[in-house]
């Protein structure tokens, strides 16, 4: 597939003698929505985490935006991640001394864009999210929703190629949950991201455009979701 912006081949991973990962083979393509589903333990985090770059895998082979990144340094892969990948994760993780605008402007500042032009681009997509109002505010001054919908804006700040989502709505209520999953899902249509969703929820994987079932460290095949 000739627009396929994330993939891993045969990837293997290991905690000490167990074998976590079990010649697991995933592609996601440009614009793309799909959900990892499965139980505890059945190795979807270990899977992100090696796509991502986190974790370099002990077989297999890991491409983004059609370069390989398992053979590389720590450096390279940490520039690899902060260049083409946004993350969104259960509790959020935004930086508490920070505001909201400034958090989201992370990325970009991080990648060396001037402050304006970050501040521009963060205000356009908490405006997108439809909280532009709360840029000004700190952490303790929003709601578990609120700065979900912050940490959406933050991982799509930069134009990553994907996002990764990691239960981004399992500390919220069903409606705050909902509405994240409305902005990540519809933002990354505006942006063009495509969005990986880990989850054990069906709820949340109805958002996605097919599932992919995880068991004992092996995929499944897919089914659409209707």
């Given at each position: ?118 501040r521009r681009r ?60 409305e902005a990540l ?42």
């Amino acid at each position: 597939m000739s627009d396929v912006v994330l993939c891993g081949r045969q990837l293997e991973h290991s905690y000490g003698a167990e074998q976590v990962l079990k010649g697991v083979s995933f592609d996601i393509a440009a614009g793309e929505v799909v959900a990892l589903m499965g139980p505890s333990g059945s190795g979807k985090s270990t899977l992100l985490h090696v796509l991502a770059g986190l974790l370099r895998p002990s077989g297999g082979e890991v491409w983004l935006r059609g370069a390989r990144i398992d053979t590389l340094g720590e450096h390279a892969r940490a520039r690899a991640r902060l260049r083409d990948l946004g993350f969104v994760f259960q509790f959020g993780d935004l930086v508490p001394e920070l505001t909201v605008a400034e958090n989201v402007e992370l990325p970009l500042r991080l990648l060396g864009t001037a402050r304006t032009k970050a501040r521009r681009r963060a205000t356009d997509l908490l405006d997108l999210l439809g909280i532009a109002e709360l840029g000004d505010r700190r952490l303790h001054e929003v709601s578990g929703g609120q700065s979900q919908r912050a940490a959406v804006a933050r991982a799509l700040v930069h134009e990553p190629a994907v996002v990764l989502a990691d239960e981004p709505t399992g500390a919220l209520d069903t409606v705050a949950g909902e509405q994240v999953l409305e902005a990540l899902v519809g933002a990354s249509k505006e942006t063009g991201a495509a969005v990986l969703l880990v989850t054990h929820e069906m709820s949340v994987a109805a958002w996605a455009e097919r599932d992919v079932q995880m068991r004992d460290g092996a995929l499944r095949t897919p089914a659409a979701l209707g």
